[in-house]
């Protein structure tokens, strides 16, 4: 079972176009972070939002942390077929003494040439 | 290539043996971490070391896993009498003392016959 909700499961869209993926929780988290995965490859990190409300860019990548660190947004602007793969959302949560960090099921993204 | 290993990439066995799986994490990381993917899922946590240390096991993982890190630097993920439901993708990942993020190996892919 995910604890983080991740919407949508699947995005196809074509190249050029703009997008937003999100990442929920009904929990607060101490930390979030954004992975990129492609198949047959472990998840490799994009970026580790912290405090609530923080923005992170990353290219045509913009990070949002909610207010309340319970959710987070990732945009993408002009999308490219290089953009095509799972994206995952995984946090820390703050109730939790442990130090397993829980993933969403991710969104997959195909970006059509 | 000073990233995290995991030997083998690919294990095809049948149902009743045993496996296990090797990760040489990134040499000063102190943390490190398994889960398991199933296609279409964001990866599961198993289990978490630090150092040499087992301080968290998941419920997932049933009698029939166990995990070791004996001097603290590389560890292995035994599975026993496999199961096709054990079919799966086996990720580690390490992480230093300062920062949450994880660094993945790309992953150990285990198909149950």
């Known amino acids: 079972t995910q604890l983080l909700e991740q919407s949508p499961q699947f995005l196809s869209i074509q190249e050029g176009e703009n997008l937003t993926v999100y990442c929920n929780s009904s929990s607060v988290f101490s930390s979030l972070q954004w992975y990129r995965q492609e198949p047959g490859e472990g998840p490799v990190l994009l970026v580790t939002?912290?405090?609530?409300?923080e923005v992170k860019k990353l290219k045509r990548l913009t990070f949002q942390f909610g207010d309340a660190r319970k959710d987070s947004s990732l945009h993408i602007t002009a999308a490219q077929p290089g953009d095509t793969g799972l994206y995952l959302c995984a946090g820390a949560y703050v109730e939790v003494e442990d130090n397993d960090m829980r993933f969403g099921a991710g969104t997959r993204l195909t970006v059509k040439p | 290539d000073t990233g995290v290993s995991q030997d083998p990439r690919h294990k095809i066995t049948k149902r009743g043996q045993n496996v296990t799986f090797r990760c040489d994490p990134i040499?000063?990381?102190?943390?490190l971490y398994w889960y398991r993917q199933t296609l279409g899922q964001g990866p599961e946590f198993l289990t978490y070391?630090?150092?040499?240390?087992?301080?968290?096991k998941s419920r997932l993982l049933s009698d029939r896993f166990s995990a070791e890190r004996p001097k603290g630097s590389f560890s292995t993920l035994e599975i026993q009498r496999t199961e096709q439901g054990d079919s799966a993708m086996y990720l580690c990942?390490?992480?230093?003392?300062?920062?949450?993020?994880?660094?993945f190996g790309e992953g150990s892919r285990l198909t149950v016959l």
């Open positions: 070391f630090q150092n040499e240390a087992q301080l968290e």
């Open positions: 939002v912290v405090t609530g409300g």
């Open positions: 040499s000063e990381h102190n943390r």
């Open positions: 990942a390490s992480a230093g003392v300062r920062t949450g993020e994880l660094f």
